[in-house]
Nanobody
Framework: QVLLVESGGGLVLAGGSLRLSCVAS????????MAWYRQAPGLERVLVAR???????NYADSVKGRFTISRDNARNTVFLQMNNLKPEDTALYYC??????????WGQGTQVTVSP
């Protein structure tokens, strides 16, 4: 079993920044990939950004140039730096870990609210 604990969410004005953290029970480098997803009320959970074991990253078009995913294997932590936040970024943000065996693990989520 893998535990993922997110933190760093909160209320911020549009144009502000937040940094989300996801602490895993083992090194992020041991997963095939780790990712951040978000889910707004009434909508499906969608991919925001992901980083694979080789360090390659992908982003949703809506966050490119504003969000950056990174990891610190020594601290078992994956980060999501979010800059120039917009009201449409408001959502519950989830950390995800995917293993080579096809197992998916999720954190409990951290709320991000962006006020106009």
């Amino acid at each position: 079993q893998v535990l993922l604990v997110e933190s760093g969410g909160g209320l911020v004005l549009a144009g502000g920044s937040l940094r989300l953290s996801c602490v895993a029970s083992r090194s992020p480098g041991s997963f095939t990939r780790m990712a951040w997803y978000r889910q707004a009320p009434g909508l499906e959970r969608v991919l925001v950004a992901r980083i694979d074991s080789g360090g390659r990253t992908n982003y949703a078009d809506s966050v490119k140039g504003r969000f950056t995913i990174s990891r610190d294997n020594a601290r078992n932590t994956v980060f999501l730096q979010m800059n120039n936040l917009k009201p449409e970024d408001t959502a519950l943000y989830y950390c995800n870990a995917y293993t080579i065996l096809g197992n998916n693990f999720w954190g409990q989520g951290t709320q991000v609210t962006v006020s106009p």
